[in-house]
């Protein structure tokens, strides 16, 4: 099932002036051990989670019709530990990694 997401939030995703996409996108680990991912693929019909070490292939659900892709698995996916394909509506193939995957560098120094 769908993580609800506030709408303002997606619009503010989609049109560039959410203050921090990181809160939505990548990686969030849950207390039952499992970790939803989500990517923001407009261009994209198609898109598949890749695990780097196995190359196990997840297809993500695509839950907002601006483009928000999500799926949900079992465990931690670290930093690094997979990548995404995606097809776009004309039939391209991309492979891509997902910026954020990585943690925040942001310091409470450099926010204040």
Same mark, same amino acid.
């Given at each position: 099932m769908p993580t609800e997401i506030p709408l303002e939030s997606i619009y503010a995703l989609v049109n560039g002036y959410h203050g921090k996409p990181g809160d939505i996108l990548g990686p969030h680990e849950d207390e039952d051990g499992?970790? /939803?991912?989500?990517?923001?693929? *407009?261009?994209? !019909?198609?898109?598949?989670?890749?695990? @780097?070490?196995?190359?196990?292939?997840?297809?993500?659900?695509?839950?907002?019709?601006?483009?928000?892709?999500?799926? /949900?698995?079992k465990g931690k996916? *670290?930093?690094? !530990?997979?990548?995404?394909?995606?097809? @776009?509506?004309?039939?391209?193939?991309?492979t891509f990694g997902d910026p954020y995957s990585f943690p925040s560098q942001l310091t409470d120094f450099d926010i204040y």
């Open positions: 499992k970790t /939803t991912i989500r990517i923001m693929r *407009p261009n994209a !019909s198609s898109l598949s989670l890749v695990r @780097t070490d196995s190359d196990e292939k997840i297809g993500m659900n695509r839950t907002r019709e601006e483009g928000l892709f999500e799926v /949900t698995v996916w *670290p930093t690094g !530990s997979y990548h995404l394909e995606a097809t @776009t509506y004309n039939g391209h193939e991309e």
